[in-house]
């Protein structure tokens, strides 16, 4: 089965450091998302992504927070400035538009 | 997105049916409910949605009530693998901005 990649699985960093998570979609997929789960808490949607552009984005995300597709395959999530309050589980989806969403196994971020 | 209510933990022995309730009253006409589960840590895994009609596929049946005011997820034969929490959302069809709740945290006792 097709899968949504992740990388790095797990990243450690510096409170005020900028942070990029990667993601690859799975490819004939045109919608790609966001969210993030802080440890024993909710997964809440982050921001959705479609045509180059933002679709919708959450009151989380702010402008410490960036998202681009470089390039025909990845897609990435900035993180400008960590804060302590950044530590967290952030999952990268994709979907076709149709049924459901597929989401990545996670990438942890843990800010000192 | 209208609001789900779901037991906080169920337990179910290894090769029974698991059957996991969502209540979601003020869901509107033309909301959908979805299932997701999450094994420990992992990414959310979709398992299945329907609109008012029962719906089967490989991983469960769903069972949905005439006023749809709530429904039922049916693993069939419970395996240890199915230890997660289960999470019933209801949103628009092609909405996926998801909002997870609690969800059920589901173990399968061998």
């Known amino acids: 089965e097709p899968e949504v990649t992740q990388t790095p699985s797990h990243q450690v960093t510096q409170m005020g450091q900028e942070v990029i998570l990667r993601c690859v979609p799975i490819?004939?997929?045109?919608?790609f998302y966001w969210y993030r789960q802080i440890l024993g808490q909710k997964v809440e949607f982050l921001v959705s992504f479609y045509n180059n552009e933002i679709s919708e984005k959450s009151e989380i995300f702010d402008d410490q927070f960036s998202v681009e597709r470089p390039d025909g395959s990845n897609f990435t999530l900035k993180i400008r400035s960590t804060k302590l309050e950044d530590s967290a589980m952030y999952f990268c989806?994709?979907?076709?538009?149709?049924?459901?969403?597929?989401f990545g196994e996670g990438s942890r971020l843990t800010v000192l | 997105d209208a609001k789900t209510t779901q037991p906080t933990s169920m337990d179910c022995a290894e090769g029974r049916a698991a059957n996991l309730p969502c209540n979601h009253s003020t869901i509107s006409g033309n909301e959908y409910v979805y299932w997701y589960r999450q094994i420990h840590s992992q990414g959310p895994q979709y398992i299945i949605h329907g609109l008012k009609n029962n719906e089967t596929n490989e991983m469960a049946s769903l069972i949905i009530t005439e006023d749809r005011k709530s429904s039922t997820l049916i693993l069939p034969h419970a395996t240890l693998r199915d230890t997660a929490v289960y999470y019933c959302i209801v949103s628009n069809f092609g909405n996926e901005k998801l909002t997870f709740g609690t969800g059920t945290r589901l173990t399968i006792i061998p």
């Open positions: 989806a994709s979907s076709d538009g149709a049924v459901h969403l597929f």
């Open positions: 490819s004939n997929h045109l919608y």
